[in-house]
């Protein structure tokens, strides 16, 4: 059951002067022209409902009745055009205050069952502040947060904490340590007994025993290994790394492992900070698959508008300082969103005009003959509750020019192989990259999508066959590790040593991608990772390339500077050659896909839901394949 909410309002006093019952006695009057029917109709004698009408008009400054004269009933009651006006107003209020408070009841008194909070925002909104806050509640400026007594959370951050010493499979085993305890527990206990004669002391500790089992296959701990080695191989770490020291992990490893950790400890309540940043899609994919399991709660900060769409039961919003509930799913929001924005638009633009023309008349007769009026339209204005502007997004703006005319065929691979040394990650790749074609590459971490990248760039030496690029080609290059960016120069230094351009130019160009003022000053190694990638797309747009290759473009990107991007590459009539993790920006922008998969390149003419199409059909294809028959791998697919 869900609280009925009345709506109603109070002069300073907290007296109420209006609100569902004046509201219905004033439609009664415009109904039946007459206050004493109104009256009667709801059961009021006619001086108490004049008593109502009376109150109202004093608190709001202008009259909600006028005499008639005249008619079937020789005379009566109607209602005012400022009257209209104000019920027009009051009761889409009150449908708006109903409205929010059920989103805000279902958001705080939420219903059986599990539910996924994704956080979403744009930069600097304050998501991980809140997500942080909900572990330091006592840093909170005001307000309170609160967890149900004996709540088990778990909290994974970006970035990584310590992770002291030993392997990865030590660091796993004590990632719950209420387990290890319980298991040191039942030993000990398992040791006394054997100690005891039979008696009370000995029924005593066999009671405590039972205790702590019970305890202990509340929380599976018979089964601990098994979930660590289903958590590890789900986030990518292979057995063969199990025994390596944890310390030696690459960050993205570490995060991986803190992700990995969360899980197995089992928590009631998770909070993940943008948990998909260090993951491949077949990672993606598996945690999410576990978090539409998972029986706890979870509140995530997130960009990937993919995981967004797959895991959410809820998007919660940060913008302008305030937060708002949608129910649903990304794409669900996206539609309530665009509801949201254009009815507050007008709202706005209404109450501004009813300001401009409130204090117009006013200022026409607050001397005159209707200054009574005119003052009674200032107090209703100096009580108007002032809608706040809607919030103005500043994006930058990334427009790449026309590409310049290039050969048909922009890169030919002829039986090439890829790798170090002996080490060959890809092999036997016989493929043409076309001019206007945009190609996703795919493939787990490790399988070798930049090391291709590099040697097509020819920036590594193909272990076998070719990679040329075509005539006329010009190559613009998006690399993860922004190698264009000295990390000791400023921005400005960094763009007038490489382009040559005025400063007042420079500073223009670099305004367009959000560094405005002082920040052209700013080292670019002290920059964050989305103001890095920022300044590489500009680089692009500057270099008026024909083939675009990408690797990993909207990492550290929020989904509207994503948004940006992606309208860019889809406008752009050049060629793109992009390695992405971000599977709704590769479903937008690719019209091929190329997959890495054991050793090979397999290539799929269409998006990313085509290839998923596509995948699913091979697979079927595959289980109907008697096992005794030899399975023939296709590595092209096309419609």
Not at 133 to 150: I, N, Q, W
Not at 474 to 484: A, I, L, N, P, W
Request: glycine share 10%.
């Amino acid at each position: 059951m869900k609280p009925a909410l009345r709506v109603m309002l109070c002069d300073d006093a907290g007296e109420r002067f209006f609100g569902e019952g004046p509201c219905r006695l004033l439609h009664l009057i415009e109904e039946t022209g007459s206050l004493r029917s109104a009256a009667a109709q709801m059961g009021l004698s006619y001086s108490k409902a004049l008593r109502l009408v009376q109150h109202a008009e004093k608190e709001l400054g202008f009259a909600l009745t006028c005499k008639t004269i005249g008619g079937r009933g020789g005379g009566g009651s109607t209602l005012t055009a400022e009257a209209r006006q104000f019920l027009e107003r009051y009761e889409a209020y009150r449908d708006a205050c109903v409205q929010t408070s059920r989103e805000l009841y279902s958001a705080f008194f939420p219903a059986s069952g599990k539910r996924h909070l994704l956080l979403t925002g744009g930069r600097g909104s304050g998501k991980t502040t809140l997500a942080a806050l909900s572990l330091a509640p006592e840093t909170v400026d005001g307000g309170v947060v609160r967890f149900e007594p004996g709540l088990k959370i778990g909290y994974v951050e970006q970035g990584f904490q310590n992770i002291g010493t030993g392997s990865l499979w030590q660091f796993m085993l004590r990632s719950c340590p209420e387990i290890v305890t319980m298991r040191e527990e039942l030993a000990a206990l398992e040791a006394l007994s054997a100690q005891l004669e039979p008696g009370a002391e000995l029924d005593g500790v066999l009671e405590e025993y039972a205790r702590v089992t019970k305890r202990y296959e509340h929380v599976d701990g018979y089964n601990y290994e098994a979930f660590i080695k289903r958590v590890l191989i789900g986030l990518g770490f292979e057995e063969a790394v199990w025994d390596k020291t944890a310390e030696h992990f690459s960050g993205g490893q570490k995060t991986r492992m803190m992700l990995a950790a969360a899980l197995v400890r089992q928590p009631d309540f998770l909070i993940l900070d943008e948990p998909t940043n260090h993951l491949d899609i077949a990672m993606t994919e598996w945690l999410e698959k576990y978090l539409q399991e998972f029986k706890g709660g979870l509140l995530a900060v997130s960009h990937d508008r993919a995981f967004l769409d797959n895991i959410a039961t809820r998007i919660l919003e940060m913008e302008g300082g305030h937060l708002t509930s949608f129910k649903g799913n990304y794409s669900k929001y996206l539609v309530q969103k665009e509801l949201q924005t254009a009815t507050l638009e007008a709202a706005y633009a209404s109450q501004q005009d009813y300001i401009a023309r409130t204090e117009a008349y006013i200022r026409r007769f607050k001397a005159g003959i209707k200054s009574k009026m005119a003052r009674g339209r200032q107090s209703q204005l100096d009580r108007l509750e002032r809608m706040d502007a809607p919030v103005q997004h500043e994006e930058f703006a990334l427009r790449l020019p026309p590409a310049p005319e290039s050969a048909e065929r922009v890169l030919i691979l002829d039986n090439l192989s890829v790798g170090y040394g002996d080490n060959v990650l890809l092999h036997d790749i016989d493929l043409v990259l076309r001019k206007g074609e945009k190609v996703g590459l795919l493939g787990p971490n490790g399988t070798g999508k930049t090391t291709l990248l590099k040697t097509v760039l020819g920036e590594l030496p193909p272990l076998k066959g070719t990679a040329q690029i075509g005539n006329r080609v010009k190559v613009g290059y998006f690399s993860q590790s922004y190698e264009r960016l000295a990390p000791k120069q400023t921005l400005l230094d960094n763009f007038l040593v490489e382009y040559g351009f005025t400063e007042e130019r420079t500073r223009s160009l670099l305004g367009g991608m959000l560094f405005h003022g002082d920040d052209v000053f700013k080292e670019i190694g002290t920059l964050s990772g989305g103001q890095k990638a920022r300044l590489v797309l500009l680089k692009l747009v500057l270099d008026g390339a024909n083939c675009l290759v990408l690797d990993e473009p909207t990492n550290h990107l929020d989904i509207m500077a994503r948004e940006t991007v992606e309208a860019a590459l889809t406008a752009f009539d050049g060629t793109v050659l992009v390695v992405s993790h971000d599977r709704y920006f590769i479903n937008e922008i690719a019209d091929r896909i190329w997959e890495l998969e054991d050793h090979r390149v397999c290539d799929y003419k269409g998006n990313y839901d085509f290839y998923l199409e596509e995948k699913a059909k091979r697979r079927l294809l595959q289980a109907a394949v008697p096992s005794s028959a030899p399975v023939q791998r296709k590595l092209r697919l096309s419609r």
